[in-house]
């Protein structure tokens, strides 16, 4: 849920805030099928639907799209329930990220078999 400090004085989340919260949902299917660390190294699309406001509730939703030999894609949705006189939920982001499994010298490493 975002708070007074993730948003400009009229109560509109910063779009660079949700982004982040949009990358750190991304990596978690990401960091599962690379069974370790990974970086993101593309945001390969970002779309802003509906704008988010202080007090909305936000579920991100994820799926691996693709995978190649170190890199996982993966398609962020994130939906908003807003609290006014009826509880209205709307989406309000989509985005598709590419991550790339790393060492531990961060260096990109293949992904392990399924």
Known sequence: MPMPTDANIH????????????????????????????????????????????????????EIIKTGRTSITVSVEVYAERKRLQLETVKVTEATLTYVATDDERRSRPLPPL
């Open 11 to 62: 109560g509109d989340v910063f779009g660079g805030w949700i982004m982040s919260q949009v990358d750190i949902a991304g990596a978690i299917p990401a960091t599962r099928r690379a069974q370790g660390r990974v970086a993101t190294i593309s945001v390969n699309a970002f779309t802003f639907k509906q704008p988010v406001f202080v007090g909305d509730l936000l579920s991100f939703y994820t």
